[in-house]
Protein backbone atom coordinates (compact mmCIF):
# COMPACT_ATOMS: atom_id res chain seq x y z
CA UNK A 1 0.00 0.00 0.00
CA UNK A 2 1.71 3.19 -0.94
CA UNK A 3 0.74 6.61 -0.39
CA UNK A 4 1.77 9.78 -2.26
CA UNK A 5 1.98 13.42 -1.18
CA UNK A 6 1.88 15.98 -4.03
CA UNK A 7 3.47 19.61 -3.38
CA UNK A 8 1.01 21.83 -4.82
CA UNK A 9 1.12 24.82 -2.02
CA UNK A 10 3.53 26.84 -4.08
CA UNK A 11 2.23 30.17 -6.23
CA UNK A 12 4.02 29.94 -9.29
CA UNK A 13 4.69 33.49 -9.68
CA UNK A 14 6.87 33.02 -13.41
CA UNK A 15 3.60 31.99 -14.89
CA UNK A 16 2.32 35.55 -14.82
CA UNK A 17 -1.11 33.91 -14.02
CA UNK A 18 -4.31 35.05 -11.51
CA UNK A 19 -4.51 31.17 -11.44
CA UNK A 20 -2.67 28.86 -9.00
CA UNK A 21 0.25 27.19 -11.56
CA UNK A 22 -0.55 23.64 -10.63
CA UNK A 23 -4.47 24.10 -12.03
CA UNK A 24 -3.13 25.40 -15.77
CA UNK A 25 -4.90 23.39 -17.87
CA UNK A 26 -3.34 20.42 -20.04
CA UNK A 27 -5.08 19.42 -22.87
CA UNK A 28 -8.97 19.26 -20.27
CA UNK A 29 -6.91 18.57 -17.10
CA UNK A 30 -5.50 20.66 -14.49
CA UNK A 31 -1.54 20.45 -14.58
CA UNK A 32 -1.59 18.50 -10.94
CA UNK A 33 -4.24 16.08 -11.80
CA UNK A 34 -1.93 14.35 -14.72
CA UNK A 35 0.48 13.66 -11.45
CA UNK A 36 -2.33 12.31 -9.32
CA UNK A 37 -3.31 10.71 -12.34
CA UNK A 38 0.18 9.00 -12.91
CA UNK A 39 0.10 7.78 -9.58
CA UNK A 40 -3.30 6.42 -9.71
CA UNK A 41 -2.07 4.35 -12.68
CA UNK A 42 0.99 3.27 -10.83
CA UNK A 43 -1.23 1.68 -7.76
CA UNK A 44 -0.81 4.79 -5.52
CA UNK A 45 -3.95 4.23 -3.39
CA UNK A 46 -3.76 7.38 -0.81
CA UNK A 47 -2.92 10.62 -2.81
CA UNK A 48 -2.26 14.06 -0.14
CA UNK A 49 -2.45 16.86 -1.90
CA UNK A 50 -0.32 19.98 0.14
CA UNK A 51 -2.13 23.31 -0.75
CA UNK A 52 -1.68 26.80 0.03
CA UNK A 53 -2.14 29.15 -2.59
CA UNK A 54 -5.93 29.69 -3.95
CA UNK A 55 -6.40 26.75 -1.98
CA UNK A 56 -10.17 26.42 -2.29
CA UNK A 57 -9.82 26.44 -5.71
CA UNK A 58 -7.08 23.68 -6.27
CA UNK A 59 -9.08 21.50 -3.99
CA UNK A 60 -12.52 21.74 -5.92
CA UNK A 61 -10.75 21.31 -9.48
CA UNK A 62 -8.58 18.05 -7.97
CA UNK A 63 -11.96 16.50 -6.33
CA UNK A 64 -13.48 17.14 -9.77
CA UNK A 65 -11.09 14.59 -11.39
CA UNK A 66 -10.53 12.94 -8.34
CA UNK A 67 -12.89 12.73 -5.48
CA UNK A 68 -11.59 10.19 -3.10
CA UNK A 69 -7.63 13.02 -2.94
CA UNK A 70 -7.19 14.05 0.38
CA UNK A 71 -5.66 17.83 1.19
CA UNK A 72 -3.13 19.49 3.75
CA UNK A 73 -2.43 22.99 4.33
CA UNK A 74 0.51 24.11 4.84
CA UNK A 75 0.27 27.64 6.83
CA UNK A 76 2.47 29.43 5.43
CA UNK A 77 4.95 28.29 2.17
CA UNK A 78 8.18 27.64 3.91
CA UNK A 79 9.80 25.56 1.78
CA UNK A 80 9.46 21.90 0.29
CA UNK A 81 10.59 20.42 3.78
CA UNK A 82 7.68 22.49 5.56
CA UNK A 83 5.43 21.57 3.01
CA UNK A 84 5.77 17.62 3.44
CA UNK A 85 5.17 18.11 7.49
CA UNK A 86 2.04 19.84 6.79
CA UNK A 87 0.84 16.00 5.38
CA UNK A 88 2.58 14.08 8.24
CA UNK A 89 -0.26 13.46 10.17
CA UNK A 90 -2.27 12.22 7.33
CA UNK A 91 0.65 9.74 6.80
CA UNK A 92 0.47 5.91 8.39
CA UNK A 93 2.71 4.86 11.14
CA UNK A 94 4.14 2.91 8.51
CA UNK A 95 4.27 2.07 4.47
CA UNK A 96 5.90 3.84 1.47
CA UNK A 97 5.20 7.36 0.85
CA UNK A 98 6.15 8.76 -2.64
CA UNK A 99 6.85 12.54 -2.91
CA UNK A 100 6.40 14.69 -6.02
CA UNK A 101 6.10 18.35 -6.63
CA UNK A 102 2.97 19.30 -8.54
CA UNK A 103 4.17 21.03 -11.38
CA UNK A 104 6.21 18.12 -13.00
CA UNK A 105 3.16 16.52 -15.08
CA UNK A 106 4.97 14.73 -17.84
CA UNK A 107 5.82 12.19 -15.10
CA UNK A 108 4.49 9.12 -15.96
CA UNK A 109 3.56 5.78 -14.17
CA UNK A 110 6.70 3.60 -15.25
CA UNK A 111 9.12 6.44 -13.74
CA UNK A 112 6.45 6.09 -10.37
CA UNK A 113 7.21 2.03 -10.41
CA UNK A 114 10.89 2.67 -11.33
CA UNK A 115 11.86 4.70 -8.52
CA UNK A 116 9.50 2.17 -6.41
CA UNK A 117 11.72 -0.90 -7.34
CA UNK A 118 15.00 1.35 -6.55
CA UNK A 119 13.53 1.69 -3.35
CA UNK A 120 13.82 -1.98 -2.51
CA UNK A 121 16.68 -2.83 -3.87
CA UNK A 122 17.04 -6.89 -4.27
CA UNK A 123 13.26 -6.90 -3.91
CA UNK A 124 12.93 -5.72 -0.33
CA UNK A 125 15.95 -7.64 1.19
CA UNK A 126 17.44 -4.42 1.86
CA UNK A 127 14.84 -2.07 2.47
CA UNK A 128 16.05 2.22 2.33
CA UNK A 129 14.76 4.72 4.31
CA UNK A 130 14.35 7.19 1.73
CA UNK A 131 15.09 7.04 -2.17
CA UNK A 132 15.47 10.03 -4.66
CA UNK A 133 15.02 9.59 -8.42
CA UNK A 134 17.97 11.32 -10.53
CA UNK A 135 18.70 12.14 -14.42
CA UNK A 136 21.30 14.13 -16.07
CA UNK A 137 20.48 17.56 -16.71
CA UNK A 138 21.53 19.77 -20.13
CA UNK A 139 21.27 22.34 -18.28
CA UNK A 140 21.70 21.68 -14.07
CA UNK A 141 20.64 25.51 -13.48
CA UNK A 142 17.76 25.41 -10.98
CA UNK A 143 18.15 21.91 -9.66
CA UNK A 144 19.51 20.61 -6.81
CA UNK A 145 22.71 18.77 -7.42
CA UNK A 146 23.58 15.22 -6.50
CA UNK A 147 26.69 15.47 -4.64
CA UNK A 148 28.29 12.11 -4.04
CA UNK A 149 29.08 11.59 -0.03
CA UNK A 150 27.55 14.70 0.94
CA UNK A 151 23.85 14.33 -0.21
CA UNK A 152 21.49 16.83 -2.48
CA UNK A 153 22.84 20.47 -2.37
CA UNK A 154 20.34 23.54 -3.97
CA UNK A 155 21.89 25.28 -6.56
CA UNK A 156 22.34 28.60 -3.99
CA UNK A 157 24.41 26.79 -1.88
CA UNK A 158 26.53 24.92 -4.39
CA UNK A 159 30.29 25.40 -4.26
CA UNK A 160 32.12 26.27 -8.11
CA UNK A 161 32.57 22.25 -8.41
CA UNK A 162 29.29 21.40 -7.04
CA UNK A 163 27.66 23.86 -9.38
CA UNK A 164 29.37 21.92 -12.19
CA UNK A 165 27.68 18.82 -11.44
CA UNK A 166 24.95 17.55 -13.75
CA UNK A 167 23.05 14.70 -12.18
CA UNK A 168 20.26 16.58 -10.52
CA UNK A 169 17.52 15.89 -8.30
CA UNK A 170 14.56 15.30 -9.67
CA UNK A 171 11.76 16.18 -6.89
CA UNK A 172 10.67 12.66 -6.97
CA UNK A 173 11.21 10.56 -3.73
CA UNK A 174 10.24 7.61 -1.59
CA UNK A 175 10.10 7.48 1.84
CA UNK A 176 9.53 4.78 4.67
CA UNK A 177 6.75 6.32 6.21
CA UNK A 178 8.41 5.11 9.97
CA UNK A 179 11.24 6.84 9.25
CA UNK A 180 9.96 9.59 7.63
CA UNK A 181 8.12 10.47 11.09
CA UNK A 182 11.24 10.29 13.00
CA UNK A 183 12.65 12.34 10.27
CA UNK A 184 10.77 15.67 9.74
CA UNK A 185 10.63 17.36 13.18
CA UNK A 186 14.44 17.36 12.98
CA UNK A 187 14.76 19.60 9.63
CA UNK A 188 16.01 22.90 10.12
CA UNK A 189 15.85 26.63 8.45
CA UNK A 190 18.19 27.35 5.97
CA UNK A 191 18.89 31.16 5.78
CA UNK A 192 17.83 34.02 4.55
CA UNK A 193 14.05 32.70 3.92
CA UNK A 194 14.01 30.34 6.87
CA UNK A 195 13.11 27.40 4.44
CA UNK A 196 12.81 23.87 5.09
CA UNK A 197 14.19 21.72 2.05
CA UNK A 198 12.92 18.07 1.82
CA UNK A 199 16.06 17.15 0.14
CA UNK A 200 17.98 17.58 3.67
CA UNK A 201 16.17 14.43 4.79
CA UNK A 202 18.25 12.38 2.12
CA UNK A 203 21.48 13.47 3.76
CA UNK A 204 24.33 11.33 2.90
CA UNK A 205 23.42 9.50 -0.49
CA UNK A 206 25.88 6.79 -0.02
CA UNK A 207 24.73 6.28 3.69
CA UNK A 208 23.19 2.57 4.03
CA UNK A 209 19.38 4.40 4.52
CA UNK A 210 19.14 6.51 1.99
CA UNK A 211 19.86 6.47 -1.59
CA UNK A 212 20.23 7.87 -4.97
CA UNK A 213 18.17 5.75 -7.97
CA UNK A 214 19.64 7.39 -11.27
CA UNK A 215 19.16 7.19 -14.81
CA UNK A 216 15.64 8.62 -15.19
CA UNK A 217 14.71 10.71 -18.47
CA UNK A 218 15.03 13.98 -17.72
CA UNK A 219 11.95 14.79 -19.97
CA UNK A 220 10.19 12.84 -16.83
CA UNK A 221 10.89 15.63 -14.66
CA UNK A 222 10.30 19.14 -17.05
CA UNK A 223 9.06 21.18 -14.57
CA UNK A 224 6.41 23.70 -15.90
CA UNK A 225 7.42 27.45 -14.28
CA UNK A 226 6.45 29.59 -17.21
CA UNK A 227 4.16 29.65 -19.83
CA UNK A 228 6.48 28.62 -22.70
CA UNK A 229 7.52 25.32 -20.10
CA UNK A 230 3.69 25.08 -19.92
CA UNK A 231 3.13 25.13 -23.85
CA UNK A 232 6.29 22.39 -24.39
CA UNK A 233 4.14 20.15 -21.92
CA UNK A 234 1.21 20.98 -23.65
CA UNK A 235 3.18 19.49 -27.35
CA UNK A 236 4.64 16.72 -25.28
CA UNK A 237 1.12 15.09 -23.73
CA UNK A 238 -0.99 15.84 -27.27
CA UNK A 239 1.48 13.46 -28.59
CA UNK A 240 1.25 10.80 -26.64
CA UNK A 241 -2.28 10.75 -26.11
CA UNK A 242 -2.58 10.74 -30.11
CA UNK A 243 0.09 8.17 -30.07
CA UNK A 244 -1.92 6.02 -28.00
CA UNK A 245 -4.68 6.26 -29.81
CA UNK A 246 -2.75 5.61 -33.13
CA UNK A 247 -1.99 2.56 -31.28
CA UNK A 248 -5.62 1.96 -30.56
CA UNK A 249 -6.69 2.14 -33.97
CA UNK A 250 -7.60 5.36 -34.65
CA UNK A 251 -6.55 7.18 -38.14
CA UNK A 252 -4.12 10.14 -38.04
CA UNK A 253 -3.51 12.32 -40.92
CA UNK A 254 -0.59 13.69 -38.96
CA UNK A 255 0.25 12.32 -35.25
CA UNK A 256 1.88 16.06 -34.84
CA UNK A 257 -1.13 18.16 -35.59
CA UNK A 258 -4.60 17.11 -34.33
CA UNK A 259 -5.38 18.05 -30.82
CA UNK A 260 -7.48 15.41 -28.51
CA UNK A 261 -8.38 16.36 -24.81
CA UNK A 262 -8.03 13.82 -22.37
CA UNK A 263 -11.56 13.50 -22.01
CA UNK A 264 -12.32 12.26 -25.36
CA UNK A 265 -12.94 8.78 -25.92
CA UNK A 266 -11.78 7.51 -29.99
CA UNK A 267 -12.48 4.23 -31.54
CA UNK A 268 -10.69 1.87 -33.49
CA UNK A 269 -11.81 2.90 -37.64
CA UNK A 270 -11.88 6.28 -35.98
CA UNK A 271 -10.37 8.99 -38.44
CA UNK A 272 -8.60 12.66 -37.78
CA UNK A 273 -7.91 15.13 -39.96
CA UNK A 274 -5.08 17.40 -40.32
CA UNK A 275 -5.57 20.38 -37.33
CA UNK A 276 -8.37 19.09 -36.03
CA UNK A 277 -9.41 19.67 -32.62
CA UNK A 278 -11.80 17.38 -30.44
CA UNK A 279 -11.77 18.52 -27.01
CA UNK A 280 -14.40 17.71 -24.08
CA UNK A 281 -16.23 14.56 -23.28
CA UNK A 282 -16.62 13.92 -27.14
CA UNK A 283 -16.90 10.13 -28.35
CA UNK A 284 -15.57 9.60 -31.78
CA UNK A 285 -16.18 6.18 -33.91
CA UNK A 286 -17.07 8.34 -37.60
CA UNK A 287 -14.75 11.01 -39.14
CA UNK A 288 -13.09 14.09 -38.12
CA UNK A 289 -11.58 16.38 -41.48
CA UNK A 290 -9.63 18.88 -41.24
CA UNK A 291 -9.66 22.05 -39.42
CA UNK A 292 -12.88 20.83 -37.63
CA UNK A 293 -13.30 21.53 -33.95
CA UNK A 294 -15.29 19.10 -32.38
CA UNK A 295 -16.10 19.74 -28.28
CA UNK A 296 -18.71 17.28 -26.22
CA UNK A 297 -20.26 15.44 -29.12
CA UNK A 298 -20.56 12.17 -29.87
CA UNK A 299 -19.95 10.79 -33.42
CA UNK A 300 -21.06 7.74 -35.12
CA UNK A 301 -19.04 5.24 -36.49
CA UNK A 302 -19.71 5.97 -40.40
CA UNK A 303 -20.80 9.35 -40.11
CA UNK A 304 -18.55 12.02 -41.29
CA UNK A 305 -17.58 15.57 -39.81
CA UNK A 306 -16.19 17.74 -42.89
CA UNK A 307 -13.30 20.26 -42.90
CA UNK A 308 -14.01 23.58 -40.74
CA UNK A 309 -17.04 22.00 -38.80
CA UNK A 310 -17.45 23.28 -35.57
CA UNK A 311 -19.53 21.21 -32.84
CA UNK A 312 -20.40 21.67 -29.48
CA UNK A 313 -22.75 19.05 -27.55
CA UNK A 314 -24.22 17.21 -30.80
CA UNK A 315 -25.01 14.20 -31.75
CA UNK A 316 -24.20 12.69 -35.57
CA UNK A 317 -25.64 9.54 -35.52
CA UNK A 318 -23.98 6.68 -38.35
CA UNK A 319 -24.03 7.79 -41.97
CA UNK A 320 -24.85 11.38 -41.25
CA UNK A 321 -22.43 14.11 -43.30
CA UNK A 322 -22.23 17.49 -41.54
CA UNK A 323 -20.07 20.17 -43.05
CA UNK A 324 -17.67 21.34 -44.64
CA UNK A 325 -18.20 24.79 -42.93
CA UNK A 326 -21.37 23.78 -40.59
CA UNK A 327 -21.64 24.43 -37.22
CA UNK A 328 -23.72 22.63 -34.89
CA UNK A 329 -24.83 24.00 -30.94
CA UNK A 330 -25.80 22.11 -28.04
CA UNK A 331 -28.79 20.00 -28.61
CA UNK A 332 -28.18 19.37 -32.08
CA UNK A 333 -29.14 15.94 -33.22
CA UNK A 334 -28.42 14.81 -36.29
CA UNK A 335 -29.61 11.09 -37.46
CA UNK A 336 -28.98 8.19 -39.75
CA UNK A 337 -28.24 9.49 -43.01
CA UNK A 338 -29.24 13.13 -42.51
CA UNK A 339 -26.82 15.54 -44.42
CA UNK A 340 -26.18 19.34 -42.72
CA UNK A 341 -24.32 21.38 -45.34
CA UNK A 342 -21.92 24.46 -45.58
CA UNK A 343 -22.90 27.80 -43.55
CA UNK A 344 -25.60 25.86 -41.89
CA UNK A 345 -26.30 26.49 -38.20
CA UNK A 346 -28.48 24.31 -36.22
CA UNK A 347 -28.71 24.49 -32.10
CA UNK A 348 -31.41 22.70 -30.04
CA UNK A 349 -33.08 21.00 -33.03
CA UNK A 350 -33.20 17.09 -34.61
CA UNK A 351 -32.87 16.33 -38.54
CA UNK A 352 -34.16 12.98 -38.46
CA UNK A 353 -33.15 10.23 -40.89
CA UNK A 354 -32.45 11.35 -44.68
CA UNK A 355 -33.40 14.88 -43.64
CA UNK A 356 -31.15 17.36 -45.09
CA UNK A 357 -30.53 21.50 -45.25
CA UNK A 358 -27.33 21.79 -47.38
CA UNK A 359 -26.57 25.31 -47.72
CA UNK A 360 -26.82 28.45 -45.80
CA UNK A 361 -29.52 27.70 -42.76
CA UNK A 362 -30.51 28.34 -39.18
CA UNK A 363 -32.35 25.41 -38.04
CA UNK A 364 -32.96 26.47 -33.62
CA UNK A 365 -35.66 25.10 -31.84
CA UNK A 366 -36.74 22.55 -34.57
CA UNK A 367 -37.63 19.35 -35.17
CA UNK A 368 -37.07 17.90 -39.02
CA UNK A 369 -38.70 15.08 -39.64
CA UNK A 370 -37.62 12.02 -41.67
CA UNK A 371 -36.79 12.44 -45.26
CA UNK A 372 -37.04 16.15 -45.46
CA UNK A 373 -35.98 18.90 -47.48
CA UNK A 374 -34.92 22.13 -46.26
CA UNK A 375 -33.91 24.62 -49.03
CA UNK A 376 -31.40 26.69 -49.12
CA UNK A 377 -31.18 29.76 -46.99
CA UNK A 378 -34.26 29.08 -44.64
CA UNK A 379 -34.81 30.24 -41.70
CA UNK A 380 -36.22 29.53 -38.30
CA UNK A 381 -37.13 32.16 -36.63
CA UNK A 382 -37.63 31.04 -33.38
CA UNK A 383 -36.83 33.76 -30.83
CA UNK A 384 -39.73 37.35 -30.66
CA UNK A 385 -37.08 38.95 -28.61
CA UNK A 386 -38.34 37.75 -25.38
CA UNK A 387 -38.86 33.92 -25.65
CA UNK A 388 -37.86 31.07 -28.09
CA UNK A 389 -40.55 28.55 -30.29
CA UNK A 390 -40.12 25.77 -31.86
CA UNK A 391 -40.72 24.91 -35.60
CA UNK A 392 -41.91 21.59 -36.12
CA UNK A 393 -41.28 19.68 -39.76
CA UNK A 394 -43.71 16.65 -41.08
CA UNK A 395 -41.14 13.97 -42.79
CA UNK A 396 -41.03 14.22 -46.49
CA UNK A 397 -41.90 17.71 -46.52
CA UNK A 398 -40.18 20.44 -48.97
CA UNK A 399 -39.02 23.80 -47.92
CA UNK A 400 -37.97 26.00 -50.80
CA UNK A 401 -35.14 28.01 -50.62
CA UNK A 402 -35.37 31.30 -48.76
CA UNK A 403 -38.22 30.58 -46.84
CA UNK A 404 -38.46 32.38 -43.07
CA UNK A 405 -40.26 30.13 -40.78
CA UNK A 406 -41.95 32.08 -37.76
CA UNK A 407 -41.72 29.94 -35.04
CA UNK A 408 -44.04 28.45 -33.17
CA UNK A 409 -45.04 26.62 -36.62
CA UNK A 410 -45.42 23.02 -37.91
CA UNK A 411 -45.63 22.01 -41.37
CA UNK A 412 -47.43 18.73 -41.93
CA UNK A 413 -45.71 15.89 -43.59
CA UNK A 414 -45.53 15.88 -47.21
CA UNK A 415 -46.23 19.46 -47.63
CA UNK A 416 -44.34 22.07 -50.14
CA UNK A 417 -43.54 25.62 -49.13
CA UNK A 418 -42.48 28.09 -52.00
CA UNK A 419 -39.41 29.67 -52.15
CA UNK A 420 -39.24 32.68 -50.44
CA UNK A 421 -42.20 32.31 -48.64
CA UNK A 422 -43.03 33.59 -45.06
CA UNK A 423 -45.12 31.70 -43.23
CA UNK A 424 -46.56 32.27 -40.09
CA UNK A 425 -49.65 29.98 -40.07
CA UNK A 426 -49.43 26.30 -40.01
CA UNK A 427 -49.28 24.46 -43.07
CA UNK A 428 -51.62 21.24 -43.16
CA UNK A 429 -49.91 17.89 -44.49
CA UNK A 430 -49.87 17.35 -47.90
CA UNK A 431 -50.53 21.20 -48.98
CA UNK A 432 -48.62 23.32 -50.71
CA UNK A 433 -48.08 26.63 -49.34
CA UNK A 434 -47.16 30.21 -51.31
CA UNK A 435 -46.77 33.08 -49.27
CA UNK A 436 -44.34 35.53 -51.54
CA UNK A 437 -45.47 38.87 -53.46
CA UNK A 438 -47.28 37.94 -56.96
CA UNK A 439 -45.21 37.90 -60.15
CA UNK A 440 -45.86 39.75 -62.96
CA UNK A 441 -44.21 40.76 -66.53
CA UNK A 442 -43.79 43.44 -68.29
CA UNK A 443 -43.28 42.40 -72.08
CA UNK A 444 -41.04 44.70 -73.65
CA UNK A 445 -40.94 47.21 -70.62
CA UNK A 446 -37.46 47.02 -70.24
CA UNK A 447 -36.07 49.19 -73.21
CA UNK A 448 -38.93 51.88 -72.68
CA UNK A 449 -37.56 52.03 -68.96
CA UNK A 450 -33.58 52.42 -69.74
CA UNK A 451 -34.39 54.90 -72.84
CA UNK A 452 -36.57 56.83 -70.36
CA UNK A 453 -33.84 56.83 -67.61
CA UNK A 454 -31.14 57.88 -70.09
CA UNK A 455 -33.34 61.22 -71.35
CA UNK A 456 -33.50 62.00 -67.27
CA UNK A 457 -29.54 61.38 -67.11
CA UNK A 458 -28.71 63.39 -70.37
CA UNK A 459 -31.33 66.58 -69.25
CA UNK A 460 -29.98 66.93 -65.89
CA UNK A 461 -26.34 66.58 -67.26
CA UNK A 462 -27.25 70.30 -69.28
CA UNK A 463 -29.03 72.03 -66.51
CA UNK A 464 -25.81 71.49 -64.47
CA UNK A 465 -23.97 73.72 -66.57
C1 LIG B 1 13.11 21.40 -5.70
C2 LIG B 1 14.25 20.69 -4.95
C3 LIG B 1 15.43 20.51 -5.92
C4 LIG B 1 14.98 19.75 -7.14
C5 LIG B 1 13.80 20.42 -7.81
C6 LIG B 1 13.25 19.53 -8.89
C7 LIG B 1 14.07 21.42 -2.64
C8 LIG B 1 14.64 22.25 -1.57
N1 LIG B 1 14.66 21.49 -3.82
O1 LIG B 1 13.55 22.71 -6.03
O2 LIG B 1 16.47 19.79 -5.27
O3 LIG B 1 16.06 19.63 -8.06
O4 LIG B 1 12.73 20.64 -6.84
O5 LIG B 1 12.26 20.21 -9.63
O6 LIG B 1 13.12 20.71 -2.42
N2 LIG B 1 6.12 23.71 -2.55
C9 LIG B 1 5.20 23.71 -1.53
N3 LIG B 1 5.42 24.46 -0.42
C10 LIG B 1 6.54 25.23 -0.28
C11 LIG B 1 7.46 25.24 -1.34
C12 LIG B 1 7.25 24.47 -2.45
O7 LIG B 1 4.19 23.02 -1.61
O8 LIG B 1 6.67 25.89 0.75
C13 LIG B 1 5.85 22.91 -3.72
C14 LIG B 1 5.79 23.76 -4.98
O9 LIG B 1 4.44 24.15 -5.21
C15 LIG B 1 6.31 22.82 -6.05
C16 LIG B 1 7.23 21.89 -5.30
O10 LIG B 1 6.94 22.03 -3.92
O11 LIG B 1 5.29 22.05 -6.63
C17 LIG B 1 8.72 22.21 -5.53
O12 LIG B 1 8.97 23.51 -5.07
P1 LIG B 1 9.93 24.50 -5.85
O13 LIG B 1 9.98 25.79 -5.10
O14 LIG B 1 9.54 24.54 -7.26
O15 LIG B 1 11.33 23.76 -5.65
P2 LIG B 1 12.57 23.90 -6.58
O16 LIG B 1 13.26 25.16 -6.31
O17 LIG B 1 12.19 23.60 -7.98
CA1 LIG C 1 10.19 23.73 -9.36
Known sequence: ??????????????????????????????????????????????????????????????????????????????????????????????????????????????????????????????????????????????????????????????????????????????????????????????????????????????????????????????????????????????????RAWAEHGVDFADLDHALIDVRAILHPGASIGFNAVIEGACDIAGSIGANAVVRHTTVAAGAAIHPATVCDGAAVRGGAQVGPMARLRPGAVIEEGAHVGNFVEVKNAVLRRGAKANHLSYIGDADIGEGANIGAGTITCNYDGFRKHKTVIGERSFIGSNTALV?????????????????????????????????RNREGSATRFRARLAAEATSALKSSV
Open 407 to 439: APITIGAGAIVAAGSTLIQDVPADAIAIARGQQ
Open 1 to 242: MFTAVVLAAGLGTRMRSPLAKVLHPLLGRPMVSWIIAALREAGVAEIIVVVHHQEEAVRAAVLAEDPTVRFARQHEPKGTGDALRSAAQLLGPAGTVLVTAGDTPLLQASDIRRLLAAHRPGGGRSQRMATAASFIAQDPAGYGRIVPGVGIVEQAHCSPDQDAIREVNSGLYAFESTWLHAQLPTLLAHPPKGELYVTDLLGRLDGVDTGVADGFAASAFAGVNDRAQLADARGVLRRRIN
